[in-house]
Each structure stands twice: as C-alpha cells, then as structure tokens.
C-alpha cells in the first residue's frame, strides 16, 4: 500500500509563495512521475506540473515560469514551489505520483505499477 500525503497549503496574498510538500510511503519500489494537480471550485481539475524520474518538468502555461516542481529521491517528497501567487491560483492542489509498489504472495515479491495514486489535497487561497 501506498500513501500520498500533501502539505504546505495555506492563505497566501497576491504575490506571495508557498512551497508544498508530498510524502509517499509505503512498499515503495521506484516512483517513475510525480504530478501536482488543483482543482476550484466549479472547475475541471488541471495539471500543473509534472517531472519524470529522469527530472524532467513539464507546466501548464498558466503558472510557468511562476512554478516549480522538484523531488528528493531519498525522502519520495515531491515539491511545488509556488512564487508570484494570483488569486486565480486558489484551489485545492493534489499530488500525483506513477509508483510501482512491491506486493508479497507466499513469499514471492510482485512490482505492481500504477499511476493513480492520489493525495488527499491541501487547499492554497490566495487573496489580500
């Protein structure tokens, strides 16, 4: 089993950052991709940004150059460095992770991938 635990959420002003955090834990065996997500209220949720386990990024055009995805491998924590925050950057944000996963039968370890592990969201505001 794995976990996805997000944190670092808050109320913010305009202009302001915030840098939010996603611990995974469990059998981890690698964790391939990570992704941030948000969702508002009345709206679809979005991709905000990505980075493979090579270190690839990748941002949605509304926050690029604003944005930052980065990860510590020896912690499996994913971060999102938000600068220059907009009102219109409020939402719950949600991390994404591709894991493959070590399961055990009678004594037989399995590696299971999956890319829908989810955290369960740190709400971000920001307004004056």
């Known amino acids: 089993q794995v976990q996805l635990v997000e944190s670092g959420g808050g109320l913010v002003q305009p202009g302001g950052s915030l840098r939010l955090s996603c611990a995974a834990s469990g059998s981890i065996f690698s964790i391939n991709a990570t992704a941030w997500y948000r969702q508002a209220p009345g709206k679809e949720r979005e991709l905000v940004a990505t980075?493979?386990?090579?270190?690839?990024?990748d941002y949605a055009d509304s926050v690029k150059g604003r944005f930052s995805i980065s990860r510590d491998n020896a912690q499996n924590t994913v971060y999102l460095q938000m600068n220059s925050l907009k009102p219109e950057d409020t939402a719950v944000y949600y991390c994404n992770a591709d894991i493959t996963r070590t399961v055990s039968y009678s004594g037989t370890t399995y590696y299971a991938r999956r890319d829908d592990h989810w955290g369960q969201g740190t709400q971000v505001t920001v307004s004056s």
């Open positions: 980075i493979t386990s090579g270190g690839s990024t």
